[in-house]
């Protein structure tokens, strides 16, 4: 269910009541100008990949009209739509999190907003999930057969990598995780609503908690390479957000058990297919 507080706007109809195969989660903060393309181009993927699937844009307590383009956006019909609006602003992990507990699906994608990895690419994530090959994947940046289509600038790719190597140190994150930060991921969606579930972290560091929370739970967690573009329109601020991002792995730190070295990861899925 939503998180507390928020409103649930919906499409009406039958499809409601059928088997979801993928649920897609949109976090949004003031992005009016982009979610219409964002669920424009999930429903065409459902529909064009004959995926029965439900779209949840989950509005985190938004300023501009991103909530009401969101239910006006053209979708086909076979396609659910479900706005999901919290009555504050609470960060990005509070919306995904009221976007993965309101899903149905026999699998769980969440996708950044801005389109920086064409849906196109859960394919592949799919087709491991659904092999059994692991239990979470993550789109990575940094697996060889990636393409990136605009990098990030110089600084963030150096804040990226002391980021990384600072997790792996402090936090017992396996080196075979690559790229944390991906906003592109796939779940088994039971997983997802029960990691979801437990998740505290309400700003940029939930993607902490749910890999933390994973390998104590012994899922297998792999990555995929991933076509890519930088949204230079980020809601990450390097400097307004350092202070809560070291905040809350203190916190995750004192209040979780930190897993063993090398916890359970599985082989890197191909490449996407070049454009």
């Keep these: 269910?939503?998180?507390?507080?928020?409103?649930?706007?919906?499409?009406?109809?039958?499809?409601?009541?059928?088997?979801?195969?993928?649920?897609?989660?949109?976090?949004?903060?003031?992005?009016?100008?982009?979610?219409?393309?964002?669920?424009?181009?999930?429903?065409?993927?459902?529909?064009?990949?004959?995926?029965?699937?439900?779209?949840?844009?989950?509005?985190?307590?938004?300023?501009?009209?991103t909530a009401e383009i969101a239910m006006a956006a053209e979708l086909p019909a076979r396609v659910h739509r479900a706005v999901i609006r919290s009555g504050v602003h609470r960060g990005k992990g509070a919306a995904v999190r009221s976007g993965v507990l309101a899903s149905r699906g026999e699998f769980v994608l969440f996708a950044d907003?801005?389109?920086?990895?064409?849906?196109?690419?859960?394919l592949t994530g799919l087709r491991m999930l659904g092999g059994g090959s692991a239990d979470i994947v993550h789109g990575s940046r940094e697996l060889s057969?990636?393409?990136?289509?605009?990098?990030?600038?110089?600084?963030?790719?150096?804040?990226?990598?002391?980021?990384?190597?600072?997790?792996?140190?402090?936090?017992?994150?396996?080196?075979?995780?690559?790229?944390t930060q991906c906003g592109f991921k796939l779940y088994r969606g039971d997983?997802?609503?029960?990691?979801?579930?437990?998740?505290?972290?309400?700003?940029?560091?939930?993607?902490?908690?749910?890999?933390?929370?994973?390998?104590l739970g012994g899922f297998r967690i792999a990555e995929f390479p991933v076509e890519w573009t930088c949204d230079r329109d980020s809601r990450l601020g390097i400097r307004r957000s350092a202070r809560p991002v070291v905040r809350d792995l203190l916190r995750l730190r004192r209040t979780l058990p930190l897993p063993h070295r090398g916890g359970r990861t599985a082989e890197p899925g191909q490449a996407p297919l070049q454009r």
């Design 191 to 215: 997983v997802a609503r029960k990691l979801y579930a437990q998740c505290t972290t309400d700003g940029f560091m939930f993607d902490i908690e749910i890999i933390l929370r994973a390998l």
């Design 113 to 122: 907003s801005g389109l920086t990895v064409p849906f196109e690419n859960a």
């Design 145 to 179: 057969g990636s393409v990136i289509r605009r990098d990030r600038d110089w600084d963030r790719k150096l804040i990226s990598r002391l980021f990384h190597g600072l997790i792996i140190r402090w936090m017992r994150i396996p080196r075979s995780l690559t790229d």
């Design 1 to 65: 269910m939503p998180a507390t507080g928020a409103c649930c706007y919906s499409d009406a109809g039958s499809v409601y009541s059928t088997m979801i195969t993928l649920s897609i989660v949109i976090p949004a903060f003031d992005e009016e100008r982009k979610i219409s393309r964002d669920l424009q181009a999930a429903g065409a993927f459902l529909i064009s990949n004959d995926i029965a699937g439900e779209v949840l844009v989950a509005d985190d307590g938004s300023s501009d009209s």
